[in-house]
């Protein structure tokens, strides 16, 4: 577009040139004829005479000279255009190898313009990339700072792993160090436990002769368990809680101090009977039933401590009866140990008991 522009622009300045040349041209053929005309004019009027034929000789002279100077002058005028013509020429050629440089220039200034918006687009993506990397190289940073604290703790806790695996060798030692010394001692305790032992087999197969009498005797004092509600059971004899005492008491009523008063007697008989290097007790255990206590009762709180007071009320009365209180041990175990696993009446019955046993302590 430039290109055309401009050429537009220089073509016309050579038409001009003609154009101006051809007006000279014309404008002296002008001056000419009336030069021409007035002269003719002149010389043909009556009154000028020859006068006016000197006035136009000189005239024409004048003319002549003018004519001759315009000559002159229009062929400089001539030469002056040719010469701009010529300057023109150059000059319109001038500017057509400007205008191919500045076709070149806005050649190489949209390649550039091409090559700035690539150059653009790979700015972009390195600094894509540059942040991409920058932010990789934060997050190595933070895992060899994390890699560096794992390293630190894991020193730590070796070094803590070590001190306590030297503690526990030093322990492990002493432990070893303790074991001979306990096998030695054990092999002397089960040395004395074997002969305690021995003595105590000896004791119990000499109170089994004893226990045998006394649970006969038992049986032969109170009746069968059927109407006096005591029922032999293996190494020992069951009393019903029921005939001892009232419900949810630790009072032994009437009929349950009669039946205790027998078995003192026979308690007391046996103290003489059984030789005094033999160490032998009655344990009385107490049981009670399932239910749990009611609230707000005072003497107890809950059928361990009822089964306590039980066991401890036998033995008050045993002892009220004549029988040493070093051959008593009373103890209460509550709900712990039922006979009956039913939730009826007569396993709740059952299970409500004062067990007596003949043992060694």
Do not use: C
């Not at 020193?155 to 001979?180: D, G």
């Not at 006096?228 to 069951?238: M, S, V, Y």
């Not at 009977?273 to 039933?289: A, E, N, Q, S, Y």
């Not at 059928?303 to 029988?323: C, F, H, P, T, Y």
């Amino acid at each position: 577009m430039l290109n055309t522009r401009f050429k537009e622009r220089t073509n016309a300045w050579p038409g001009f040139v003609d154009l101006f040349s051809n007006l000279v041209i014309i404008l002296i053929f002008l001056l000419i004829v009336f030069v021409f005309l007035w002269t003719t004019t002149s010389v043909f009027n009556k009154n000028t005479g020859a006068k006016k034929v000197a006035e136009l000789e000189q005239a024409k002279q004048a003319q002549a000279e003018q004519i001759e100077q315009m000559n002159a002058d229009k062929q400089e005028a001539e030469q002056l255009l040719l010469a701009a013509r010529d300057a023109l020429e150059n000059q319109e050629g001038q500017i057509e190898n400007q205008m191919k440089l500045a076709n070149a220039y806005e050649d190489q200034i949209s390649a550039l313009t091409v090559q700035q918006e690539q150059l653009a687009a790979q700015i972009a993506a390195l600094t894509e990339q540059l942040q991409l990397a920058n932010a990789a190289k934060t997050e190595m940073a933070r895992l060899e700072s994390e890699r560096h604290e794992l390293n630190d703790e894991m020193s730590k806790k070796q070094s803590e792993l070590n001190a306590r695996i030297t503690e526990l060798e030093s322990q492990l030692r002493a432990a070893e160090q303790r074991a001979k010394e306990q096998e030695t001692e054990y092999t002397q305790m089960s040395n004395r436990l074997n002969k305690a032992l021995a003595e105590k087999v000896a004791e119990l197969n000499s109170l089994a002769q004893y226990q045998s009498d006394f649970y006969k005797q038992v049986k032969t004092a109170l009746g069968q368990g059927e109407t006096t509600g005591i029922k032999p059971e293996g190494d020992r004899f069951i009393l019903s809680s029921d005939i001892l005492f009232g419900s949810g008491s630790y009072k032994i009523s009437n009929a349950g101090k009669k039946q205790i008063k027998i078995l003192a007697d026979l308690i007391k008989g046996l103290e003489n009977k059984i030789p005094k290097d033999i160490d032998w007790i009655v344990r009385i255990d107490g049981h009670t039933d399932s239910r749990l206590v009611i609230p707000g009762t005072k003497a107890y709180w809950n059928n361990m401590q009822l089964s306590l007071l039980r066991a401890a009320s036998v033995a008050d009365e045993l002892i009220k009866n004549g029988v040493s209180v070093q051959r008593l041990i009373p103890s209460g175990f509550g709900d712990m140990y039922p006979i009956a696993q039913g939730k009826d009446a007569k396993s709740m019955q059952l299970n409500r008991r004062i067990e007596l046993q003949l043992t060694n302590k």
